[in-house]
């Protein structure tokens, strides 16, 4: 008889301080979040589930949204108490918050350390003010070195940070401006992906100049290269 595979977990917080205008996930602004309701609707969906587990471990779990840095540390150690409490616990598991540099603090980032998740997922986009501003970031660039700065002082050796490419006006020379600047930060790992065009966005109804066909994929090509000579394999 087959084992049955491990198990991960997503839990998704749709608020946000500011819709981003190429974002098409579940997200929504909110200057009032429910916090303690929706952490007893997230309680009571994990229980309804519970008969899925099968006995097996849980390896991995993910916090994603909309903005989870949004939430209390509180928030996450009363969640993932009783997550632990119900499911066993791969002792190796990653517990992976994404973290918005506008929508964060050193005070939080403790909490969340306290709180038992070990990785961050850091929502940069780019180092650069006009890229920022273009995307309709909340976080300056320098609200982006100090998050990183604050993560590793509250003691994550291990967090990623995104960014994107393909951005209006943007040249292979400022694609790679950013992955430079990135991996000066020694993160673990780096997501970095081309900006898209979805619909029910901001962007699809007023599209921006994007970089042409050409220059696209002098970028992809460009990044790729320098980020295999530091080690980041796709």
């Known amino acids: ?29 909110s200057q009032e979040i429910p916090e303690p309701a929706y952490l007893e609707s997230l309680l009571s969906d994990l229980q309804a589930e519970l008969g899925v587990v099968q006995g097996r471990s849980l390896r991995s779990i993910f916090f994603g949204g909309g903005t989870p840095s949004l939430m209390s540390s509180s928030f996450y150690q009363r969640l993932l108490a009783r997550i632990a409490a119900c ?39 780019s180092f650069q003010p006009d890229f920022l501003a273009s995307l309709g970031r909340v976080h300056s660039a320098d609200e982006a070195l100090k998050a990183v700065e604050w993560l590793k002082q509250a003691g994550f050796d291990n967090f990623n940070i995104d960014l994107m490419h393909g951005l209006p006006g943007q040249t292979p020379d400022l ?22 065009i979805e619909q029910n966005t901001e962007f699809f109804s007023r599209p921006p100049p994007l970089p042409n066909e050409d220059t696209l994929w002098e970028i992809q090509q460009g990044g790729a290269a320098l980020l295999a000579t530091r080690g980041f394999m796709q």
């Open 175 to 196: 694609a790679l401006a950013d992955l430079e600047q990135a991996m000066a930060l020694n993160p673990t790992h780096l997501s970095w992906y081309q900006l898209t």
């Open 87 to 125: 499911i066993d616990l791969d002792p190796e598991i990653e517990i992976t918050l994404e973290a918005n540099p506008g929508a964060s603090e050193a005070a939080r980032f403790v909490g969340y350390r306290e709180a038992g998740i070990n990785r961050l997922s850091v929502g940069v986009q």
């Open 1 to 29: 008889m087959l084992a049955l595979p491990p198990l991960s977990l997503y839990v998704h917080l749709p608020w946000c301080v500011k819709k981003c205008p190429y974002c098409d996930f579940n997200s929504h602004v």
